[in-house]
Nanobody, 119 residues
Framework: QVQLVESGGGLVESGGSLRLSCAAS????????RAWYRQAPGSQRELVAA???????DYADFVKGRFTISRDYAKKTWSLQMNDLKPEDTAVYFC?????????????WGQGTRVTVSS
């Protein structure tokens, strides 16, 4: 069974930085997409950033220039560096991995890590 575990959330002041990490365990194949989503109270879960196995990245407009998604090959983790945090970035952040098969895609989610940005 594949498990994703996030770490690095917490409380930070506006303008501060945090780094989230996601570690995968279990028997899995190649992850073609590694991503970060977030969900604020009363809101739907939304994509923050994604990284493909080819190295392409995609960012939500509201984090462009502030957040960076990256992958640590040695540690087999991926991270989200969040700079210049704003109160509106407060949310639970989830990592997600997509494992593609010939006729289906398996999505794996972490349990979430809370990020709170104080004004």
């Amino acid at each position: 069974q594949v498990q994703l575990v996030e770490s690095g959330g917490g409380l930070v002041e506006s303008g501060g930085s945090l780094r989230l990490s996601c570690a995968a365990s279990g028997n899995h194949g190649i992850f073609y997409v590694r991503a970060w989503y977030r969900q604020a109270p009363g809101s739907q879960r939304e994509l923050v950033a994604a990284l493909t196995s080819a190295g392409t990245t995609d960012y939500a407009d509201f984090v462009k220039g502030r957040f960076t998604i990256s992958r640590d090959y040695a540690k087999k983790t991926w991270s989200l560096q969040m700079n210049d945090l704003k109160p509106e970035d407060t949310a639970v952040y989830f990592c997600k991995a997509e494992e593609k098969h010939p006729f289906r895609t398996d999505d794996y989610w972490g349990q979430g890590t809370r990020v709170t940005v104080s004004s």
